[in-house]
């Protein structure tokens, strides 16, 4: 119970934060950024030490020449993770459409 009440907490503080900063990104940037707040950061922003393997930070994702899979840091690699999931990460290919993925990948080329 209260784990789930600060998993909202942490979504909705992520959507307001969204919501704040909307006026100074482009389109593709904002729905980018509450797309992975959405679907993406309760893994890949926090620790889960009841996971034996703990999702990789996806800051400077693109900065590396290869991705924590050792796949080339590419957006066809990335797109790809995405869609069919990897390891214990689930495939988003039911979930968001293409632009939505486009949105994120967009995004996360701008996390540093």
Not at 45 to 71: C, D, I, T, V, Y
Request: glycine content about 8%; hydrophobic content about 40%.
């Amino acid at each position: 119970m209260i784990r789930g009440l600060l998993v909202v907490g942490f979504i909705v503080t992520l959507l307001l934060i969204v919501w704040t900063q909307k006026d100074q990104a482009g389109s593709a940037g904002i729905d980018g950024q509450w797309l992975y707040a959405l679907h993406c950061a309760e893994c890949h922003e926090k620790s889960h030490p009841e996971l034996h393997k703990q999702p990789p930070n996806l800051h400077g994702l693109f900065l590396a020449k290869s991705l924590p899979s050792g796949a080339p840091a590419t957006e066809v690699q990335v797109r790809k993770t995405i869609i069919e999931g990897r390891g214990t990460m689930p495939a988003f290919d039911r979930r968001l459409r293409e632009e939505e993925v486009k949105g994120i990948v967009a995004y996360l080329r701008k996390l540093k």
